[in-house]
C-alpha cells in the first residue's frame, strides 16, 4: 500500500534530517523522536528541558536524555540547533573512532574479562547495526524481549557481542533470565555479561546451567528476605553468606530462628552473628528447629540446675561455643 501526505497540510510542513529516517528510526525511541521532532518544530526559539516536557509529555529527565542522544548523534548541537549538513537525505553516519569488530573466532580467548568498552555515539551504533547482519538480528531478539533499546542498552548488547564476544544465544538467555528477576536495567546486565565472560561461560549448555543456579540462589535469597523481614534485597557483602547457607542446605524455619535468636541477644539484624549461630548448629548435627529447641531446652535446665542465669547474650554465646 502507498500513503501519502495531505496536501491541504503541506503549508504546515517542517523538514526532519535525511539522516534520522535514514538510521535512526529503529535505534530511536519513542519519546527521543517526539523531542527531537517537537525541537525541530520549534526552532529558532529558546527551549528548556520543562518546555519540551510539557510539550511532549516525555518527563524531564528523559527529554535531557534524549537531547543528549541526539547530540550525540550528531543531529543537535550543543545549542540545540540542527546542524544544515543534516538536512541533507543522503549524509551518512561517520566512522566509528575505534575498531570494535567481533573479534575473529581463531584469537585466543582471555581468561579474564576485557576491561570496559567506552560508550559508542549513536551514529556508531547506527553503523555496526547496518553492516551487521548478526547485530541486527541480536537487536531485534533483544527488542522482542525487553521492549524498545535504548541508548545505552544498545551500548550493553554491543559490548557483549562485540567487545566480550558473547554469542547470540548467550546474550539472549541472560536477557531474558534478568527480565524473568524484574533487573533490567543496562548496567545489571552488563555487569553479569562481564561476569560470564570472566568465567568463560560462552555456549548455551554453560549458560543454562548458569542462569539455574543464579535462580535457584534468587528464590533462595528471596526466601531469606522474608524469613529476616527484609524489605530490600541482600546487598553483595551479606549474599556471600545467603549462597553459603543455600549450598548447606538450611531450612526457611532454621534461618527464621536463628534470625530470632539474633535479635533477642543483639536487637538487630547481623548476617554474621546469625552465620555463627547456623555453623554453631550444623557443627552439632542439629537440623531441624525441635534438635535446636531440645538442646536449648536442655542447656537451660542444666543451667537453671547449677543456680546459673541463662538470659543474657553472653550465656546464649557461652551456649553456641558449648555446641
Known amino acids: ?15 526532519v534530517p535525511g539522516i ?4 535512526f528510526l529503529k535505534l530511536a525511541t519513542g519519546s527521543q523522536l517526539k523531542v527531537l521532532l517537537y525541537i525541530i518544530r520549534s526552532s529558532g526559539r529558546d527551549l528548556s528541558a520543562e518546555d519540551i516536557s510539557a510539550g511532549t509529555g516525555v518527563s524531564v529527565q528523559e527529554t535531557e536524555e534524549a537531547v543528549l542522544f541526539w547530540q550525540q548523534a550528531n543531529v543537535l548541537s550543543a545549542d540545540a540547533e540542527i546542524p544544515a549538513s543534516l538536512m541533507q537525505p543522503a549524509v551518512s553516519a561517520p566512522q566509528p573512532a575505534q575498531d570494535i569488530s567481533r573479534p575473529a573466532e581463531t584469537q585466543p580467548e582471555t581468561k579474564t574479562a576485557p576491561a570496559r568498552m567506552p560508550l559508542l555515539a549513536p551514529s556508531d551504533i547506527a553503523q555496526l547495526v547496518s553492516g551487521s547482519p548478526d547485530i541486527t538480528e ?14 545505552t542498552m544498545q551500548n550493553a548488547l554491543i559490548t557483549m557481542y ?16 534478568c527480565k524473568s528477576i524484574e533487573k533490567t536495567n543496562s548496567a545489571y546486565i552488563e555487569k553479569i555479561a562481564y561476569s560470564w565472560a570472566d568465567s568463560e561461560i560462552n555456549s548455551l549448555e554453560a549458560a543454562q546451567d548458569e542462569v539455574e543456579r543464579l535462580s535457584l540462589a534468587h528464590d533462595y535469597s528471596g526466601m531469606v528476605m522474608k ?21 548447606a542446605g538450611f531450612t526457611p524455619e532454621l534461618l527464621r530462628l536463628a534470625y530470632e535468636r539474633t535479635i533477642e541477644n543483639i536487637d ?26 531440645k538442646a536449648e531446652s536442655e542447656y537451660r535446665g542444666k543451667k537453671k540446675k547449677n543456680g546459673g542465669s541463662t538470659g543474657s547474650m553472653d550465656k546464649y554465646k557461652e551456649f553456641i561455643n558449648d555446641f
Open 1 to 15: 500500500m502507498e500513503y501519502r501526505i495531505n496536501t491541504g497540510l503541506i503549508g504546515n510542513m517542517f523538514s
Open 20 to 23: 534520522v529516517a535514514d538510521n
Open 138 to 151: 541480536l537487536f531485534t531478539a533483544a527488542e522482542s524481549a525487553l521492549g524498545p533499546l535504548g541508548h
Open 162 to 177: 562485540t567487545h566480550l564476544g558473547l554469542k547470540k544465544e548467550v546474550i539472549l538467555i541472560l536477557l531474558n533470565y
Open 227 to 247: 524469613q529476616f523481614e527484609m524489605k530490600r534485597r541482600p546487598v553483595p557483602s551479606q549474599m556471600v553468606f545467603v549462597e553459603q547457607w543455600r549450598a
Open 268 to 293: 538487630k539484624l547481623s548476617f554474621s552473628y546469625i552465620n555463627k549461630i547456623l555453623l554453631s548448629w550444623k557443627d552439632s548435627g542439629f537440623r531441624t528447629v525441635e534438635e535446636v529447641e
